[in-house]
């Protein structure tokens, strides 16, 4: 989320593949199709909106408000198919709501008070973490996981959230079997942001300081990777994001610069700690012994930047301002894209040697005001690009759609209700409940 936006514009979301980009503003939300092509595929002016994510390339989206209302506040989300402009369930809670994500089978919210973990097919809460450690700049990452088919033991579940906000510790959290798996001791200062690739097997993680990045191995909490954007200047990183396939890493912050660090040689990912061997009263064994000892003891005396990496390349935007930045590939080449909270939608090709030339750059404000003047006459009810991914959403959400939500669920307020029953009426929600049946059977 940006913090200092001269342009009306709160946040920024890439969806699960980075083909998409979703966009809160002080009166409502954009949707934009970024990747091979740029449109915007719909936008709304209705109310302010803090947060916003988006389920893959379906029409679904996940919000929460920005405004002073009650239903449109930031204690407020809800779950919204903007094809067919409605509202399918609306969330209210006691406290702000930090954070959301959402993969294939989980949405993870966030608050001062609690980690609730929904069912995305349901919406059903299917586990509650209490009073965890205070978070207010909403540092939570859940791995995508959306290169691999569900019953693809690959892909790991893993949720990942501070464990204080003075110290760089982190839980790593296994969120299908709703178990915490480890405390990770990543950094020395307290931690500003985190990210997995898609399998879940590599963990991102950026100090508050943000000069300094570390890839883990999730599997045996292995440092992989210590990577440097510089030494004296600090920077507040906002996000970072792996490639598809895991082998480059980019980090953003509210500097001019956006960075793009190698991750390839990841071999250990999956590998398992060794075990230790058997004690022995040899001599051979002592001298192993006191050997191993003695360089543990001296290691940490050793300068890290021996074992550091700097970028592998740098793009630079034409002013320096909060961003946010994810990778892709069009053409079969490797596109850096950055989005400011001036508005600017950047794209960059990152070349094998490591230079980066400049793609193409749009004003995401500009489109959005011609697209509402009629220009772009597209309608997003008649948008051919939804994937398969609708059907497996809609699947569970028919049933919220009939009113069937879980406890958590908070009816609209009495004047929407009344708008809403003059506007539709009986016969209209079981219209809309078989449009949406039809709309799973024709992506199924």
């Given at each position: 989320?940006?913090?200092?936006?001269?342009?009306?514009?709160?946040?920024?979301?890439?969806?699960?593949?980075?083909?998409?980009?979703?966009?809160?503003?002080?009166?409502?939300?954009?949707?934009?199709?970024?990747?091979?092509?740029?449109?915007?595929?719909?936008?709304?002016?209705?109310?302010?909106?803090?947060?916003?994510?988006?389920?893959?390339?379906?029409?679904?989206?996940?919000?929460?408000?920005?405004?002073?209302?009650?239903f449109s506040s930031q204690r407020c989300m809800k779950i919204t198919?903007?094809?067919?402009?409605?509202?399918?369930?609306?969330?209210?809670?006691?406290?702000?709501?930090?954070?959301?994500?959402?993969?294939?089978?989980?949405?993870?919210?966030?608050?001062?008070?609690?980690?609730?973990?929904?069912?995305?097919?349901?919406?059903?809460?299917?586990?509650?973490?209490?009073?965890?450690?205070?978070?207010?700049?909403?540092?939570?990452?859940?791995?995508?996981?959306?290169?691999?088919?569900?019953?693809?033991?690959?892909?790991?579940?893993?949720?990942?959230?501070?464990?204080?906000?003075?110290?760089?510790?982190?839980?790593?959290?296994?969120?299908?079997?709703?178990?915490?798996?480890?405390?990770?001791?990543?950094?020395?200062?307290?931690?500003?942001?985190?990210?997995?690739?898609?399998?879940?097997?590599?963990?991102?993680?950026?100090?508050?300081?943000?000069?300094?990045?570390?890839?883990?191995?999730?599997?045996?909490?292995?440092?992989?990777?210590?990577?440097?954007?510089?030494?004296?200047?600090?920077?507040?990183?906002?996000?970072?994001?792996?490639?598809?396939?895991?082998?480059?890493?980019?980090?953003?912050?509210?500097?001019?610069?956006?960075?793009?660090?190698?991750?390839?040689?990841?071999?250990?990912?999956?590998?398992?700690?060794?075990?230790?061997?058997?004690?022995?009263?040899?001599?051979?064994?002592?001298?192993?012994?006191?050997?191993?000892?003695?360089?543990?003891?001296?290691?940490?005396?050793?300068?890290?930047?021996?074992?550091?990496?700097?970028?592998?390349?740098?793009?630079?935007?034409?002013?320096?301002?909060?961003?946010?930045?994810?990778?892709?590939?069009?053409?079969?080449?490797?596109?850096?894209?950055?989005?400011?909270?001036?508005?600017?939608?950047?794209?960059?090709?990152?070349?094998?040697?490591?230079?980066?030339?400049?793609?193409?750059?749009?004003?995401?404000?500009?489109?959005?005001?011609?697209?509402?003047?009629?220009?772009?006459?597209?309608?997003?009810?008649?948008?051919?690009?939804?994937?398969?991914?609708?059907?497996?959403?809609?699947?569970?959400?028919?049933?919220?759609?009939?009113?069937?939500?879980?406890?958590?669920?908070?009816?609209?307020?009495?004047?929407?209700?009344?708008?809403?029953?003059?506007?539709?009426?009986?016969?209209?929600?079981?219209?809309?409940?078989?449009?949406?049946?039809?709309?799973?059977?024709?992506?199924?």
């Open positions: 989320m940006f913090r200092s936006s001269t342009h009306d514009i709160n946040c920024g979301f890439f969806n699960q593949d980075a083909s998409r980009l979703a966009v809160g503003t002080m009166d409502g939300y954009m949707i934009m199709k970024i990747s091979p092509d740029i449109k915007m595929i719909t936008s709304s002016h209705e109310e302010s909106t803090s947060l916003i994510h988006l389920y893959y390339n379906t029409g679904l989206i996940a919000h929460v408000g920005g405004g002073s209302e009650a198919n903007v094809r067919t402009r409605k509202e399918i369930i609306r969330m209210s809670y006691s406290k702000k709501i930090l954070a959301v994500r959402i993969n294939r089978r989980f949405l993870v919210l966030a608050s001062d008070e609690s980690i609730r973990i929904y069912d995305m097919g349901t919406m059903k809460l299917k586990h509650t973490i209490s009073s965890p450690p205070a978070n207010p700049n909403g540092v939570l990452a859940l791995a995508t996981c959306h290169v691999l088919k569900e019953e693809d033991k690959g892909c790991r579940h893993l949720l990942c959230y501070p464990k204080s906000n003075e110290k760089g510790d982190l839980f790593v959290y296994d969120v299908e079997n709703q178990r915490l798996l480890y405390n990770l001791e990543a950094h020395t200062s307290p931690v500003a942001c985190v990210a997995f690739n898609n399998r879940g097997s590599l963990l991102a993680t950026a100090s508050e300081k943000g000069t300094k990045f570390r890839v883990f191995a999730t599997a045996t909490r292995a440092k992989l990777y210590e990577l440097r954007r510089g030494y004296a200047t600090r920077a507040r990183v906002l996000s970072m994001n792996f490639c598809p396939e895991s082998k480059y890493l980019c980090v953003s912050s509210e500097k001019a610069t956006v960075h793009v660090f190698k991750t390839d040689h990841h071999d250990q990912e999956a590998v398992a700690p060794p075990e230790a061997p058997e004690e022995s009263d040899s001599w051979s064994s002592y001298f192993t012994s006191g050997l191993s000892s003695a360089v543990s003891y001296f290691a940490p005396s050793l300068p890290e930047m021996w074992t550091e990496e700097r970028s592998f390349a740098m793009a630079t935007l034409d002013e320096a301002c909060e961003n946010t930045s994810a990778l892709v590939y069009e053409d079969r080449r490797l596109v850096l894209i950055v989005f400011t909270s001036t508005g600017d939608l950047y794209k960059f090709w990152v070349h094998e040697d490591g230079t980066v030339t400049p793609k193409q750059r749009v004003s995401v404000l500009s489109i959005e005001r011609e697209y509402a003047q009629g220009v772009h006459t597209a309608s997003t009810s008649q948008d051919g690009e939804e994937s398969d991914d609708m059907a497996h959403a809609t699947a569970g959400m028919r049933q919220l759609l009939a009113g069937e939500g879980d406890e958590e669920s908070a009816p609209p307020p009495q004047h929407q209700q009344q708008h809403q029953q003059q506007a539709r009426g009986d016969e209209a929600q079981a219209s809309a409940r078989k449009e949406l049946a039809s709309d799973e059977q024709d992506h199924q």
